[in-house]
């Protein structure tokens, strides 16, 4: 088993990876190729390798302490004072697999300390939000005072209805979900149909700077074709959360946030429904004028002062209502 980390320089001179990685771990070791040297300031990606170049420059030779395989991660231990301690996190991306090196600072980093409320959200008892059927490794909302059930959205990943209608949805994307639908040109189907509700969202699991780390598409592009779809539907948001748990925070505040205020409208609406049908007011009683210039047209003796006597006030209602 090889007792060395080992660093070198990728001769395949059209890689965008220029280092070539060995890690220490089973009879040939784990060999990547990747971006950066140490992931310093930002998570560093890495991609396998079938075999180790025989002209392969190496930069780095470094004895191990210990390197264990832990799950999907491989924790590396080196025997130096600085730079010593990181981990290999292999996941998939749209069924890819991908692996990311990353240190204890550069995951501090990415991890916000912070700790969403336990507190209830305001103006909401009881909140029922519906999870798409076709989402998949999607939130539970366990810690959340709330309900799920599982059903079929023609926009969004999450909802809250009412009497089978939406009253608002909420997309879910990771970074590589929303750049492949915005170059893919699915994005804007997917807001169009998100703006065909009161309250829609789009929230996705990372943050806003990540958009200019990324390396096999133009950030320029994206960040350029994130504007644009904000500019051209304004009444979806695209919101950056930093982590999947603050986005599925921001996703129950918002939901039940639109639950409430659709309680309210809807309340305000039977208010101005019952005020707009008053009872009908009794006609205004007709002025001296009126009855005097009436009783000279039709041939009754009115003086042109003093009071109108009650027989020709009556006799012009009666002959008003006559006519109506």
Same mark, same amino acid.
Not at 181 to 190: D, N
Not at 230 to 241: D, E, R, S, T
Not at 253 to 264: M, N, P, Q, S
């Given at each position: 088993?090889?007792?060395?980390?080992?660093? &070198?320089?990728?001769?395949? &001179?059209?890689?965008?990876?220029?280092?070539?990685?060995?890690?220490?771990?089973? /009879?040939?070791?784990?060999?990547?190729?990747?971006?950066?040297?140490?992931? *310093?300031?930002?998570?560093?990606?890495?991609? *396998?390798? /079938? !075999?180790?170049?025989?002209?392969?420059?190496?930069?780095?030779?470094?004895?191990? +302490? =210990?390197?264990?395989? *832990?799950?999907? &991660?491989?924790?590396?231990?080196?025997?130096?004072?600085?730079?010593?301690?990181?981990?290999?996190?292999?996941?998939?991306?749209?069924?890819?697999?991908?692996?990311?090196?990353?240190?204890?600072?550069?995951?501090?980093?990415?991890?916000? +300390?912070?700790?969403?409320?336990?507190?209830?959200?305001?103006?909401?008892?009881?909140?029922?939000?519906?999870?798409?059927?076709?989402?998949?490794?999607?939130?539970?909302?366990?810690? *959340?005072?709330?309900?799920?059930?599982?059903?079929?959205?023609?926009?969004?990943?999450?909802?809250?209805?009412?009497?089978?209608?939406?009253?608002?949805?909420? /997309?879910?994307?990771?970074?590589?979900?929303?750049?492949?639908?915005?170059?893919?040109?699915?994005?804007?189907?997917?807001?169009?149909?998100?703006? =065909?509700?009161?309250?829609?969202?789009?929230?996705?699991?990372?943050?806003?700077?990540?958009?200019?780390?990324?390396?096999?598409?133009?950030? %320029?592009?994206?960040?350029?074709?994130? %504007?644009?779809?904000?500019?051209?539907?304004?009444?979806?948001?695209?919101?950056?959360?930093?982590?999947?748990?603050?986005?599925? !925070?921001?996703?129950?505040?918002?939901?039940?946030?639109?639950?409430?205020?659709?309680?309210? !409208?809807?309340?305000?609406?039977?208010?101005?429904?019952?005020?707009?049908?008053?009872?009908?007011?009794?006609? %205004?009683?007709?002025?001296?004028?009126?009855?005097? &210039?009436?009783?000279? @047209?039709?041939?009754?003796?009115? =003086?042109?002062?003093?009071? @109108?006597?009650?027989?020709?006030?009556?006799?012009?209602?009666?002959?008003?209502?006559?006519?109506?």
């Amino acid at each position: 088993m090889p007792a060395d980390f080992v660093i &070198a320089r990728n001769p395949d &001179a059209d890689s965008t990876l220029p280092y070539l990685l060995r890690i220490p771990l089973g /009879e040939q070791g784990v060999l990547l190729k990747a971006k950066e040297m140490w992931p *310093r300031t930002a998570k560093v990606y890495c991609h *396998r390798v /079938e !075999e180790w170049p025989d002209d392969a420059e190496i930069v780095q030779r470094v004895r191990t +302490r =210990s390197c264990v395989r *832990r799950g999907a &991660a491989i924790d590396l231990v080196l025997e130096r004072g600085r730079e010593n301690r990181s981990q290999f996190v292999m996941t998939f991306v749209r069924g890819r697999q991908v692996i990311f090196w990353q240190s204890a600072r550069t995951t501090k980093q990415a991890r916000p +300390r912070v700790k969403p409320p336990t507190a209830r959200a305001s103006g909401v008892a009881d909140l029922e939000i519906v999870i798409d059927s076709r989402e998949r490794y999607g939130y539970s909302f366990a810690d *959340r005072q709330v309900t799920t059930v599982r059903d079929r959205l023609d926009a969004g990943d999450y909802a809250v209805r009412r009497h089978g209608t939406v009253l608002a949805a909420v /997309e879910r994307k990771s970074l590589a979900d929303l750049v492949s639908s915005l170059t893919t040109g699915t994005l804007k189907y997917q807001l169009t149909e998100l703006a =065909s509700i009161a309250r829609a969202a789009v929230v996705v699991e990372d943050r806003y700077s990540a958009v200019f780390k990324l390396d096999h598409v133009r950030p %320029a592009v994206v960040a350029d074709g994130i %504007a644009e779809c904000q500019v051209a539907f304004p009444g979806v948001p695209i919101v950056f959360c930093e982590t999947r748990k603050l986005a599925q !925070e921001w996703t129950y505040r918002f939901l039940a946030a639109a639950h409430a205020a659709a309680d309210v !409208e809807g309340g305000a609406t039977r208010l101005v429904a019952d005020l707009a049908t008053p009872p009908p007011l009794a006609p %205004a009683p007709p002025s001296p004028a009126e009855v005097r &210039a009436w009783a000279l @047209v039709n041939g009754y003796d009115v =003086s042109d002062r003093g009071r @109108v006597p009650a027989r020709l006030v009556e006799a012009f209602v009666a002959a008003r209502e006559g006519t109506r």
